[in-house]
């Protein structure tokens, strides 16, 4: 008996301690702010952004991240202009985390908007919080379609969703890369399965094999076995891009040279990374997202001179979803309610696109674009019209 | 199933169990003399995957450089990692242990200080970057240390290329090199404490603790080498690890370590040669499994056998321990 006291006595205190760090943030619960007035300016005002920002799939956070950055220091600059700062929400990409952080979102009254969450398996659980407290969400990369058919006022994106993508996919597997046998892959992932039985029912006929990985999981020699058995001519990947990328190491380790093709998840330079440069080569990756040197304006320009870098995938798309909540604090919507009308009406040229949502807060802009990697760079490779 | 697809299983199933092996030898020869579980094994094996890549990175490995040199540079990383793994588990027993053991304290406080020296190995990995920081020295070290929380890959300096094929599943060098490195490895560590003098030291503290201290064995001395050996197998391990599946990261241990330790809990916890054959029953398993059921049953294939082994067996399959096997 002692023993078990012992052994769990180390547990019970690190429990409690993590319960206590999760209970500080966020404190402040004061509901002044929201009574302002739609001239006010609310002292402290706050957009958040929900993504993540650490973890094994925090690289797309931080673009995104960092193109609302962008989008709220343009509007603070500007004479006059109401002062708003950007609240980090890190989930680390994980539906767990996101209860907690939603939470804490709609409890801190300064918070106006949010940017995100990011991923489909996080806005499934966030958006229901954001929806019940009437705060608005503009995600700027959640593409499960099921998303926009909960009936959440609050919820919007600036992208096209995986119905678009999805067959957007398929269509460039059949026609683009004449493919007639497909293999196809998802990670069991809100988002990364959706997407993917999209493609299957999509594919029809030419979907030769399935199989489902766990996010997390390292060694793939059985799927690799797997798509070598099928004689597969091309492979379908829905998910991220750390698995992803080890994925397709370990197909071309064992021989099997069969085009990849995967998502806007796994756009990023760490798929090349995990893969490496000579194995990447070839890789298609479908996305809704604009090509970033396609964006309108200055907003490449002042995005490389604000990071030092080029802008990364959905950086611009984050950009939009803020601009647009800054263009609504500066009509003087400082009001959650207000924000959430005003965004439900906006209808005004972006970077990415005409932003402009329908009924379920999806866009009624959409365009897919199809990425190869060329010399371990991705680059855009030609726009998918819908057939 | 096709006999080509069954090949491919089999042999990758192979490959990948031989490194449960040889990573399962650091909880099974520890366990042999201590009786404990040394759950900070898993971040050794991590260190060593770090000091791999690290080693490589400095000495410029690349794809495409000659035959010749890519072995040489993948022997240094071997070298590095094992000296780095095999330091870290001598850290763990000095730290984590051996004050304990001369207090004579309960097993379970060794275990839980052993939990937690696991956690300060991973989190001082997972953080270098704001080590480096504190230090000083993040700028100059920022190949390094930059990204801390994310994957880090390891650049194999030697292509894999077609060996021969076996009705139709073509054979890798990799995959090759992997399983044949391993099993050298276990059969010399086997050797190694079978035959030599260091070696019997290790079987006569496992068998019986008091009588070897009275012929004049020095059981700290014992306990020392048996972390070193798992510590220099689990270097090895990280090595062959990271040809195979190519990234690594702060918290890689986890789960690579519980399915060490499944295999090693498996072959019969505390049998050298009952490590190897759980590796290789285990990473069958899981491919079979993965293809009969889908990738993501591959977890629980893999403990529903363990389960099972254990229900009918609970010593393993080939039970019995370090000692008493060839007494």
Not at chain 1, 304 to 321: I, L, R, V
Not at chain 1, 328 to 352: M, N, Q
Request: charged share 15%; aromatic share 8%; glycine share 12%.
């Amino acid at each position: 008996m002692r023993s078990i006291v012992k052994l769990a006595t180390p547990f019970a205190a690190a429990a409690l301690l993590l319960t206590a760090c999760g209970g500080t943030t966020g404190g402040s619960t004061d509901a002044e702010s929201s009574a302002g007035g739609a001239s006010g300016c609310p002292e402290g005002a706050s957009i958040g952004f929900f993504g993540a920002l650490t973890g094994p799939n925090s690289n797309l956070g931080n673009n995104i991240q960092n193109g609302v950055k962008l989008a709220v220091d343009q509007h603070n600059a500007k004479p006059d202009a109401c002062q708003v700062t950007v609240t980090p929400y890190d989930s680390q990409g994980l539906p767990d985390q996101a209860s907690g952080l939603g939470t804490q979102a709609v409890r801190d009254t300064k918070v106006l908007g949010i940017v995100g969450p990011a991923f489909s398996g996080e806005s499934k659980v966030a958006d229901p919080l954001f929806a019940e407290a009437g705060l608005v969400g503009i995600t700027p990369s959640a593409t499960n379609p099921a998303l926009a058919e909960n009936g959440w006022k609050t919820f919007f994106r600036v992208l096209g969703n995986d119905a678009s993508q999805g067959p957007a996919a398929a269509s460039y597997i059949t026609t683009t890369l004449q493919a007639k046998k497909v293999y196809v892959i998802d990670d069991a992932s809100e988002y990364g399965k959706g997407l993917a039985d999209i493609v299957r029912s999509d594919l029809g006929a030419a979907k030769v094999g399935d199989d489902t990985v766990q996010t997390g999981q390292t060694d793939f020699s059985a799927v690799v076995a797997g798509i070598r058995a099928s004689g597969a001519d091309a492979v379908f990947y829905g998910g991220y891009y750390s698995e992803a990328g080890l994925l397709l190491k370990q197909m071309r380790d064992a021989g099997v040279t069969t085009t990849f093709v995967t998502d806007d998840g796994a756009k990023d330079e760490g798929l090349v990374t995990a893969a490496g440069a000579a194995n990447a080569e070839g890789t298609i990756i479908t996305c809704p997202c604009l090509p970033p040197d396609k964006a309108g304006g200055s907003f490449v320009a002042d995005y490389t001179a604000a990071y030092g870098t080029a802008p990364g995938t959905y950086s611009a798309e984050g950009f939009d979803a803020a601009s647009i909540l800054m263009a609504g604090i500066e009509a003087g919507k400082t009001t959650r309610e207000d924000l959430l009308a005003f965004v439900k009406s906006y209808d005004a040229p972006g970077v990415t696109k005409q932003l402009k949502f329908d009924e379920k807060g999806e866009p009624s802009d959409i365009s897919v674009w199809a990425y190869k990697i060329a010399g371990g760079q991705i680059v855009a490779d030609q726009e998918i019209k819908a057939s | 199933m096709s006999l080509e697809t069954f090949i491919d299983l089999t042999f990758t199933g192979l490959v990948v169990g031989a490194i449960y092996g040889l990573f399962a030898l650091g909880y099974t020869l520890v366990y042999g003399v201590l009786r404990l579980i040394n759950f900070a094994h898993s971040e050794v094996f991590m260190w060593g995957s770090f000091a791999a890549v690290w080693v490589m990175m400095l000495l410029g490995g690349r794809t495409g450089m000659g035959v010749l040199p890519a072995i040489g540079l993948l022997l240094v990383a071997l070298v590095a990692a094992m000296l780095v793994s095999g330091g870290v588990a001598l850290v763990v027993e000095r730290l984590a242990y051996r004050r304990l053991r001369a207090k004579n304290a309960p097993p379970l406080v060794a275990l839980i200080s052993a939990i937690g020296m696991s956690f300060v190995l991973s989190e001082v990995m997972g953080l270098r970057d704001r080590i480096a920081g504190w230090v000083g020295l993040r700028e100059p070290l920022a190949p390094y240390v930059e990204k801390a929380r994310e994957n880090v890959s390891f650049v194999n300096p030697l292509q894999s290329v077609t060996l021969f094929s076996i009705s139709g599943f073509q054979v890798r060098s990799t995959q090759v090199i992997v399983l044949v490195a391993a099993i050298v490895m276990m059969v010399g560590l086997d050797q190694f404490v079978r035959r030599s003098r260091l070696g019997r030291g290790v079987r006569a503290v496992s068998q019986d603790p008091e009588a070897a201290a009275l012929m004049g064995v020095d059981k700290n001395r014992v306990i020392q080498l048996t972390f070193l050996l798992g510590g220099l197998m689990a270097g090895a391990a990280a090595v062959l690890y990271l040809m195979h599946i190519g990234v690594t990261k702060f918290n890689v241990g986890f789960i690579l370590g519980i399915k060490a330790f499944t295999a090693a809990v498996l072959g019969g916890i505390g049998n050298i040669r009952g490590a190897l054959l759980g590796g290789l029953v285990l990473g069958l398993a899981e491919n079979y499994g993965s293809n009969i059921f889908g990738s993501n049953w591959k977890d629980v294939v893999s403990f529903l056998l363990l389960v099972l082994v254990l229900l009918f067996r609970p010593t393993g399959i080939l039970g019995e321990s370090l000692g008493k096997a060839r007494a």
